[in-house]
């Protein structure tokens, strides 16, 4: 037998309930924040996300799913959704109209890492952009929309953790200072950071490696090197959140894997996933926009980790898979034909109904409909024809009521509420 891709999953229905749950409630939330939502293709040219997440980062280095296509042009599944939102801020010009753009987009993104819990090789994330706002305002709205969606989810036992990257004015001191204290402390980095170090310095604060770790306990802070406006932006954040409640922990090791983030970053972290702990993620990305070629406009967002997402909320919860309003059974050939009749009609006027479709005893008939979770049983057969009235069944108070076969579809819908169309 053929079986899926390691690292890749399909979504069952009884799965698949809990994740449109956690869609709608994402879609009322984002929109009553004034996003809209936005979609993108999962294949982009390499270059784009060569270009915007870094060369040099994990993600670009040894994640992507990267191929030629049949002309040889190399093309690549999205590893994740900034870099095309913001292709499509800039290819449609959407700033000219506007520059303040908010956008969401819900979808499947590709990284080829180890699977195991809470990491796949396709996943999905639950993207939110903003462009055209440099106040601190934004950030913290964004954090508060992300921390009110967790609220609304319950989902419990998360922190919020923030820092600032700084800017293109303070961090290269701040990269100086810290490449020369890695230098000093070589012997104590794992195989990755020691790679690390040249291209990408920043990534070895947060090395899950014991040791490095540990290492880094003495390692210069980056707060410490902002520049004064990123002092102050970083200050009014904080300010922000503390006003509405929000608490955060500030986190100088959080640096994030992407080459475009500066100022504020943040993460919620959760304990209930084991070594998996980001459920989200975020921040700044003011140079973007320009690098990719379009105007300079300041950028944030942050992407949701869906499958963790619904990983923690499982645990809590039982969502199960909503079994029909009604099941027809039905005995013998007339009935049936009658029954079918019947079926369209339910279907067409909201009523979720199943039947029978083969010849099968009246007890299978109604073993089937208590294992799909039908709440009602209309029962049809020679007598109920012959008396031209059938029964309705209650499954679960096993109450039984008689409803003449004349107009039995308006019948039916009223006894749920609804109405026949006539
Ligand atoms: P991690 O440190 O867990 O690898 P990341 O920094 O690579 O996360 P981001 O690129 O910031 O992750 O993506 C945002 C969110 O997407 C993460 O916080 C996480 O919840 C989720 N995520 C990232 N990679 C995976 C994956 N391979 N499988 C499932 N979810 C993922
Ligand atoms: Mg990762």
Redesign the pocket.
């Known amino acids: 037998m053929i079986q899926l891709i390691r690292g890749f999953k399909d979504i069952l229905p009884g799965e698949v309930e809990l994740w449109q749950k956690i869609e709608a409630v994402v879609a009322a939330l984002f929109q009553d924040f004034g996003f809209h939502e936005i979609r993108i293709p999962i294949m982009e040219k390499t270059a784009l996300f060569a270009r915007s997440i870094g060369e040099h980062t994990d993600i670009v280095e040894k994640e992507m799913y990267t191929f030629p296509d049949r002309k040889g042009d190399l093309i690549t599944l999205r590893p994740?959704a900034t870099a095309s939102v913001v292709r499509a801020y800039i290819q449609h010009k959407l700033y000219a109209k506007e520059a303040i753009q908010k956008f969401y987009t819900i979808g499947p993104m590709f990284?080829r890492?180890r699977p195991q819990k809470?990491?796949?090789r396709q996943?999905y994330?639950i993207n939110a952009e903003v462009f055209g706002v440099a106040a601190p305002q934004i950030d913290a709205q964004l954090i508060i929309m992300l921390s009110t969606l967790l609220d609304r989810l319950e989902v419990k036992n998360t922190t919020v953790h923030i820092n600032s990257l700084g800017c293109f004015e303070c961090r290269p001191g701040f990269k100086a200072a810290l490449k020369e204290f890695l230098g000093e402390c070589q012997d104590q980095l794992c195989l990755d950071c020691l790679r690390r170090m040249e291209k990408n310095p920043l990534r070895v604060l947060d090395c899950k490696v014991p040791d490095c770790k540990k290492a880094m306990e003495k390692a210069p802070v980056l707060l410490d090197y902002l520049c004064s406006p990123c002092q102050e932006h970083f200050k009014q954040v904080q300010k922000l959140l503390n006003i509405f409640k929000i608490s955060y922990i500030i986190n100088q090791y959080l640096v994030?894997?992407?080459d475009y983030y500066n100022r504020t970053t943040f993460?919620i972290q959760t304990s209930a996933l084991g070594a998996?702990s980001?459920?989200?993620?975020g921040g700044r990305y003011d140079g973007l926009v320009k690098t990719l070629g379009g105007s300079d406009q300041p950028a944030i967002g942050f992407?949701?980790?869906f499958?963790?997402l619904v990983e923690i909320i499982r645990q809590n919860s039982e969502i199960q898979k909503a079994g029909p309003d009604l099941f027809i059974a039905a005995l013998g050939e007339t009935a049936k034909t009658k029954a079918f009749d019947w079926l369209i009609n339910f279907n067409l006027a909201g009523l979720k109904t199943e039947m029978e479709f083969s010849q099968k005893s009246l007890k299978t008939q109604m073993k089937r409909a208590n294992r799909i979770g039908a709440k009602q049983v209309l029962i049809i057969g020679e007598n109920e024809l012959a008396r031209e009235r059938v029964i309705l069944r209650d499954m679960s108070t096993k109450e039984q009521i008689m409803i003449p076969i004349s107009n039995l579809v308006e019948q039916v819908l009223a006894q749920f509420g609804l109405k026949g169309e006539n």
């Open positions: 994740e990284r890492e809470g990491r796949y996943f994330q994030r894997g992407l993460e998996q980001a459920v989200a993620g992407a949701i980790g499958d963790r």
